[in-house]
């Protein structure tokens, strides 16, 4: 008897479980077949369709898509939307030859985000560049970046977000990415403009800061001079020659102005466009002392004079942080480890860090993606408008090379290129002169557009055929009442 009973709760217990699990799927149900829920989910896309276009055009592309087009919850509400539309067309069962029209919208819409899905998640969207010439092969993609190290035979990469403005950025320990060197990089800058600096350095060389002002435009410009480095050592600002170390060699009647170390400090010659010639001495302990070179009013303030002195290049955040003239990335790696130093790196940029006895070469990069095959730029065409230096049109002929040349083709701005199902299409140019010239090459692959497309078609018709109907429909009926 106590056997029977048993059976009997269990079988009564299992009973009560499978219609309690039975009336939760069915109020799931019927929340996602309810009217309510499709309305809301298409106000909900409408509403962050409107945001992401208002960003896009106040900020640029990646800022909105950060924040909507590929956040977690714009994702969620087109898969919500996905499920109430199948849930929808299922709940039709079985069907008749009047859904049709149904169907076919509803089936076109699910096309269109299965689509939208496979073009988020295998899509394409880069840049190629290639001088005349050249071969290349590697796409730059927008938005990520990576951090590439190297200490000894031991190469490892670090993938970083991309993150607007005002985001938090959480540091990324190259540790924990399975680099032996205790680094860290601590620092992000999503617009990031250079910023040069000098200290004292016991294996530097001598570097002077100034400031030109006056003059008829009534000037005020800063200048360093560095021995250190060739470029840094002769500087022209108009038609006024500085050189630090070395004599100004100008042109006649042109002002030059000739800085050379001493055993206290520092001398300066200066030449006015006339010929007439200053000399000066200076301490090393200079701050803010005005020479008159005797320049039309011009004066030169000498700041600071470090006899031994490096360079310290560094980053700040842009006066420009959005649209297309915002600059590109920067990166702060610091190592946590004893005596630890700190570098910065622009996007493109290579360095060389020392910590704790070795040698770790950096690179930060775009995130890149390698083709199967290269293309090779024979030409690069211009034409401009007549009479005139702005272009017209231009164009690339490139060669296809996939293990072996595959023939040439030309890219315009209206005819882009088909190979191996990536589209290449002419966006831009880099000039130089008199030449190569570099071709920027939009790359972009979209494995969901054939559904997109279909399901574009069979929306408009199912809209078509759905008003057909109500049209033949109302035809009948008008036919039977007279």
């Known amino acids: 008897c106590s056997s029977r009973s048993w059976i009997n709760n269990s079988a009564r217990f299992a009973a009560d479980a499978e219609t309690m699990i039975l009336k939760i799927l069915m109020r799931f149900w019927k929340i996602f077949v309810s009217l309510k829920l499709a309305v ?31 956040s977690f919850w714009f994702r969620g509400i087109l898969l919500l939307l996905g499920v109430n539309i199948f849930c929808v067309a299922m709940s039709r069962i079985p069907w008749k030859p009047r859904h049709t029209p149904f169907l076919m919208a509803h089936v076109g819409i699910l096309m269109m985000l299965v689509g939208s899905a496979l073009t988020d998640r295998y899509g394409l969207d880069g840049i190629l560049k290639i001088s005349e010439g050249e071969t290349g092969g590697i796409v730059e993609l927008p938005g990520d970046s990576v951090l590439t190290l190297q200490e000894g035979t031991v190469t490892k990469s670090v ?21 032996t060197q205790d680094l860290e990089i601590d620092q992000y800058l999503s617009h990031a403009e250079p910023f040069i600096d000098f200290l004292a350095n016991e294996q530097g060389t001598p570097a002077v800061h100034f400031r030109v002002s006056g003059g008829p435009m009534a000037i005020s410009q800063d200048m360093w001079l560095w021995i250190g ?7 022209q600002a108009g038609p006024a020659i500085f050189a630090l170390g070395t004599r100004a060699e100008t042109r006649k009647g042109f002002p030059s102005l000739s800085i050379f170390p001493t055993s206290s400090g520092f001398r300066v010659e200066a030449v006015s466009s006339s010929g007439v010639k200053v000399v000066k001495p200076f301490s090393e302990k200079v701050e803010r002392e005005v020479f008159d070179p005797g320049w039309k009013n011009i004066k030169i303030t000498f700041l600071k004079w470090i006899p031994k002195a490096a360079i310290l290049s560094t980053y700040k955040p842009s006066r420009v942080q959005s649209g297309m003239q915002a600059p590109p990335q920067a990166i702060h790696v610091v190592s946590r ?64 090379l996939d293990g072996i040349p595959r023939g040439q083709a030309t890219i315009s701005m209206n005819e882009p290129l088909h190979y191996h199902g ?24 979209d494995p969901g557009r054939p559904l997109k497309y279909w399901g574009s078609i069979l929306i ?23």
Do not use: H
Not at 159 to 179: A, D, Q, Y
Not at 358 to 387: A, C, Q, T
């Open 40 to 70: 809301s989910l298409l106000l909900s896309l409408a509403a962050s369709t409107a945001v992401g276009t208002i960003l896009e055009s106040v900020y640029d592309t990646p800022t909105a898509q950060y924040w909507t087009y590929r």
């Open 159 to 179: 993938r970083i977000p991309w993150i607007p403005t005002g985001v938090n950025f959480k540091p990324i320990s190259l540790k924990r990415e399975g680099f």
């Open 229 to 235: 480095d060739p470029s840094w050592a002769r500087i």
């Open 337 to 400: 480890g004893p005596g630890g130093t700190g570098i910065w790196l622009g996007l493109g940029e290579r360095a060389q860090m020392q910590d704790q006895g070795k040698s770790i070469e950096m690179g930060f990069l775009p995130d890149r993606l390698f083709l199967p095959f290269s293309l090779r730029l024979e030409r690069f065409s211009i034409e401009n408008y007549n009479g005139t230096s702005n272009p017209a049109s231009y164009s690339s002929r490139v060669t296809v």
């Open 422 to 445: 990536i589209t290449f299409y002419q966006a831009s140019y880099e000039e130089a002169m008199p030449r190569p010239v570099t071709t920027i090459l939009s790359v972009n692959r």
């Open 460 to 482: 408009v018709l199912g809209s078509i055929m759905l008003f057909a109907m109500k049209y033949i429909s109302a035809a009948r009926a008008r036919k039977v009442a007279t």
